[in-house]
């Protein structure tokens, strides 16, 4: 009986080993941490000289080699598939051996491949949050631009599709504004935490952590390593911000289909293909403007999903990746998307006064009325609950009534009550920080328009 070679393999065995390890590669996910790792090599290549481990010579080969690498890439589209890695970290390595030898593998010693990920992963973050963040405030210019075309019309707005208060157009743009400012904000919040080096937090070499730190331009480093190998924080925050920002882009859409249906006729959005006016009710576009919020529920959906393996006893930096970067790709495109539709955006400014004196959206003016009359609070809405029914029974608006007619629910009604009801009164009312009215408007206008220009001076 012959027995079997040692050497002997199972060809079931051998499939299976060639899958899993396709199945646990993240090198098709992660290449486009490329450069951020580069950026990461060459600075722990200087800290492993400046420790005594490399010597110049090394140093300087190895350098070299990224930089050959990085050239490579540049010119050859097909330079990452040659060569099947794990992940980007395994491929640049592998490659820097291929270029300069086992000195190479030098660049391995006291590294963290957790610590390498997780680095790698902030500083591409850095430079995303920073673009995000420089496209936000590019939508926040075309607001303001947009409402400076216009500054002096009207809009009704809306509660649960029922009209309410009528504000200027400008207004209308501002708002979005202050909830771009926001989102600004909090983005700035995560680069700051973002900004911090969790490299050579375990290690037993010598190596000058702040250094490296700094090299890269981190603020600062993490001050434990277990947390520094398993934080995943940053990620969970950014987009989280993300989904705030997504649903005000979502919102904004929202408004805009709305307004642009063929109930309402309020605005239109200019073709920049053919250079006319077009409305965007016509399928193609509506179908752009639905996908924002199909896209804001994708990334909440990354929400959820990093929230519930961040819970799980195991992290998993593939599939963390996976929904960090469709994030940031979601909302790339959605802005530039958005930035296109705010440019292009003009309000229709007669159909939106004459709705805004229709159907009784000054009731809330004859109530303020009655109420600075003295008229007690109960008694003042209930006449004008009455003065309303009224109007509708006789198919007239409210500023139709006569004096007379208005007299009959209330004696506290004078003359000077055909002012408070006009559309002017109305919007200059408001005359609060924050309000409606047009010099308030403006002002806020003109603060908007200083607050970015500071930020470019």
Avoid at 84 to 104: D, Y
Avoid at 140 to 165: D, G, M, S
Avoid at 382 to 410: C, H, P
Wanted: hydrophobic share 40%; charged share 30%.
């Amino acid at each position: 009986m012959n027995e079997p070679k040692e050497d002997y393999k199972d060809e079931h065995d051998e499939a299976t080993y060639y899958s899993l390890t396709e199945f646990n590669s993240s090198f098709k996910v992660d290449r486009r941490l490329f450069l951020a790792d580069i950026k990461v090599n060459f600075a722990y290549c200087e800290g492993l000289f400046s420790a005594g481990i490399l010597t110049r010579l090394e140093t300087e080969r190895i350098k070299n080699g990224l930089q050959a690498i990085v050239k490579r890439v540049e010119y050859d589209k097909n330079y990452f598939d040659e060569l099947p890695s794990e992940n980007i970290h395994s491929f640049v390595i592998a490659r820097l051996v291929q270029l300069i030898g086992e000195t190479g593998k030098k660049l391995l010693i006291g590294r963290s491949e957790t610590e390498q990920t997780l680095t790698t992963l902030r500083l591409w973050l850095r430079r995303k949050i920073e673009e995000i963040s420089v496209n936000v405030k590019e939508f926040q210019k075309k607001l303001i631009e947009t409402a400076e075309r216009q500054k002096e019309a009207v809009l009704p707005c809306f509660t649960n599709l029922q009209k309410a208060q009528t504000v200027l157009w400008t207004h209308w743009c501002l708002a979005y504004f202050e909830m771009f400012a926001r989102d600004r904000e909090r983005l700035d919040e995560v680069w700051r935490r973002v900004n911090v080096s969790p490299f050579g937090a375990e290690t037993s070499f010598e190596i000058d952590r702040e250094e490296i730190a700094a090299a890269l331009q981190f603020e600062g480093v993490a001050t434990n390593s277990s947390d520094a190998s398993s934080d995943r924080d940053f990620v969970i925050e950014f987009v989280g911000a993300c989904t705030l920002l997504m649903t005000h882009l979502s919102r904004f859409t929202r408004d805009v289909i709305v307004y642009n249906s063929s109930e309402f006729r309020f605005m239109e959005v200019k073709d920049t293909l053919r250079s006319n006016a077009v409305s965007i009710n016509q399928k193609t576009n509506v179908e752009s403007l639905e996908l924002f919020g199909a896209k804001a529920s994708r990334v909440f959906g990354h929400q959820i999903a990093l929230l519930s393996a961040t819970n799980s006893s195991s992290l998993n930096m593939q599939e963390e990746m996976k929904a960090l970067f469709d994030t940031v790709e979601t909302v790339e495109s959605c802005l530039k998307a958005g930035n296109l539709i705010v440019k292009n955006l003009r309000v229709n400014q007669q159909k939106t006064k004459e709705a805004a004196e229709k159907d009784y959206p000054n009731y809330l003016e004859l109530t303020d009325y009655l109420l600075k009359k003295d008229t007690p609070f109960e008694a003042a809405h209930e006449t004008t609950r009455k003065i309303v029914a009224y109007a509708v029974a006789k198919n007239k608006e409210i500023r139709e009534l006569n004096l007379g007619e208005l007299q009959n629910f209330s004696a506290d009604f004078e003359e000077d009550v055909f002012h408070t009801l006009t559309l002017e009164q109305s919007l200059a009312s408001k005359n609060q920080i924050g309000g409606t009215a047009p010099e308030r408007v403006f002002e806020a206008l003109e603060t908007a328009r200083e607050t970015l220009e500071r930020e470019e001076s």
